[in-house]
Every structure is written in C-alpha cells, then in structure tokens.
C-alpha cells in the first residue's frame, strides 16, 4: 500500500544511477529503466498486468492457488496505479550474463531506495513478454520486474528475515536443524 504523497523523482534517478555501478557480466551494462509517472501510461500497464494475472489465476494448479489465497494474493495489481512513480527493469539479452547484471544492478537499485526511505516491492508479472509489447519495448529486451515506489501506507512491519548467521559455513557446510 502507498501513500498518495508526492516523492521526489531526482530520488528514484539517484538511486538508478547507484544501481548501473554495479558489476555486470563482461561489463556490458545489459539493463535499461523506464520511470512511469503518467497515470494514462501507469492505467494501460495496470490492465494489461491485470488481464495477464487473471490469466494466469485462473490456470494456476490447485495447491498454488491455495497458496495465493492464503497470501491474499490476486489478480489485482491496485499498486501499479496506486504508487507515484513505477519503474520498469529490463535486461538486454542479447549481451552476456543479462539477466544476472540486471539483477545485481536492483540489488544496488533497492538498498539505495531504501537509504531514501521509499518503499517499493518486486513485482514481475505472469506474462512479462505480453507487459514488454504492451509497454513498445524492443527485443531483445526482457521485463525482469516492475516496482511501484512511494511512501509506504503499510503498518505492518517488515516479513520476519532469519538472523545472518543462519546462512553462513565457515571452511565446512554445516546446516542447522
């Protein structure tokens, strides 16, 4: 949930900018952005997001479904309409290790949104090739993912994260039960 306040949109362009420091296979820089803040622009990639969702709810196998349910999730992206400004991530695949780069590059790009204190969250839909057409995109660029970003209207706090010691092995693989 956002809030309706206004952000700052040199902030979002701050943090793309940390975003392509990142390192990327054979420094290609295979990733490109486009900052929506048009409401005609951010309507049209809602409804086609929402006609593929739907889409892909209605096919999903059984136990997926459920899953879906029990996390509220439905084919209703009220966010991509709800949020000042979405960006959209793609990845060049035609240059090496696309996909990889582009990732770390929204590795960079989300721990500087957060420094600004915007929320945002991963959104790829079902169909991203459909949500490429849609939005005039050449091949051979992928849509990796979709963030809104704005001020959080979410009270909730943040998704429990398991403590960091939890993921390491030192000189042995050990797992903890």
């Given at each position: 949930m956002f809030?309706?306040?206004?952000?700052?949109?040199?902030?979002?362009?701050?943090?793309?900018?940390?975003?392509?420091?990142a390192p990327s296979g054979a420094n290609k820089q295979p990733w490109q952005f486009m900052v929506i803040d048009d409401a005609r622009v951010k309507e049209k990639l809602r409804a086609k997001c929402e006609e593929q969702e739907k889409r892909f709810h209605e096919t999903a196998g059984t136990s997926f479904k459920q899953w879906l349910e029990s996390k509220r999730i439905t084919w209703r992206k009220p966010f991509l309409t709800e949020a000042?400004?979405?960006?959209?991530?793609?990845?060049?695949?035609?240059?090496?290790?696309?996909?990889?780069?582009?990732?770390?590059?929204?590795?960079y790009f989300l721990l500087a949104l957060e420094e600004k204190s915007l929320s945002t969250m991963t959104y790829t839909p079902s169909y991203p090739e459909k949500v490429r057409a849609a939005l005039d995109v050449d091949e051979p660029y992928k849509l990796e993912t979709i963030f809104p970003i704005g001020f959080s209207a979410d009270s909730s706090p943040k998704a429990h994260r398991h403590p960091a010691e939890s993921f390491i092995h030192k000189n042995v693989w050990k797992t903890k039960s």
């Open positions: 809030a309706s306040t206004p952000i700052n949109l040199e902030d979002v362009l701050h943090c793309i900018g940390v975003a392509v420091q000042p400004v979405l960006l959209a991530v793609f990845s060049n695949q035609a240059m090496p290790y696309a996909t990889e780069s582009t990732w770390l590059a929204i590795g």
